[in-house]
């Protein structure tokens, strides 16, 4: 168990490029959650995957974001046409298939984006 | 929107003093996650604890939950100048998502 791995770790990207994260989840976790996170603030939830459905978005979630799991194991959330307001620490984490009451949430260490 | 709400938001003890935080939520919940970050990196998991719960210990923590007052507490004993850090608080309702308060920093000073 080697943990939740994002990557990159750090990006520094020019406003209007594309951007794309990767998130490897805890091996056998079926749940995975993407969260952005700025500075001095709590982690807002973006999406979150059961398996390969994605199953809820937030309305922070816009159109220039789309995030995908297409064999229920890694993750992607690309971010197009960047904006300043894009630049943020974005967490990704995985539970398992146990009772939600019972469920521990592991995050990953975040990709930071820097949006210049 | 954020669940809840931490308090304090910031908080500066001593090395060997016990801190305290509080965490205050809006909704019924599933159960409530107390998770520790330092600067710059990811979210560590804490304790976990059921709605059906009261209390609950790890090491050098104690959590509470009253359901009553919609409010949880965190308490580290014997803080060392290694707690310092932001402590969140998070809920799981409906759904399996976490929602996140503020957060409250910790300064723990040698």
């Known amino acids: 168990d080697t943990g939740v791995s994002q990557n990159p770790r750090h990006k520094i990207t020019k406003r209007g490029q594309n951007v794309t994260f990767r998130c490897d989840p805890i091996s056998e976790h079926n749940r995975l959650y993407w969260y952005r996170q700025t500075l001095g603030q709590g982690p807002e939830f973006l999406t979150y995957?059961?398996?390969?459905?994605?199953?809820?978005k937030s309305r922070l979630l816009s159109d220039r974001f789309s995030a995908e799991r297409p064999k229920g194991s890694f993750s992607t959330l690309e971010i197009q046409r960047t904006e300043q307001g894009d630049s943020a620490m974005y967490l990704c984490a995985s539970s398992g298939a146990g009772t939600v009451s019972g469920n521990t949430i592991y995050f990953g260490e975040g990709s930071w984006l820097t949006v210049v | 929107s954020q669940q809840g709400e931490e308090d304090p938001q910031a908080l500066s003890i001593q090395e060997g003093e016990n801190a305290t935080m509080n965490c205050s939520y809006k909704?019924?919940?599933?159960?409530l996650q107390w998770y520790r970050q330092n600067s710059g990196r990811g979210l560590v998991h804490l304790i976990l604890i059921r709605s059906n719960e009261r209390e609950k210990h790890s090491g050098r923590l104690r959590v509470t939950l009253d359901t009553s007052k919609k409010s949880s507490s965190l308490l580290i004993t014997a803080s060392r100048a290694a707690d310092t850090a932001s402590y969140f608080c998070a809920t799981t309702a409906a759904g399996n998502k976490l929602t996140f308060g503020g957060g409250t920093r910790v300064l723990v000073k040698p």
């Open positions: 909704t019924s919940i599933n159960n």
């Open positions: 995957f059961q398996n390969e459905a994605q199953l809820e």
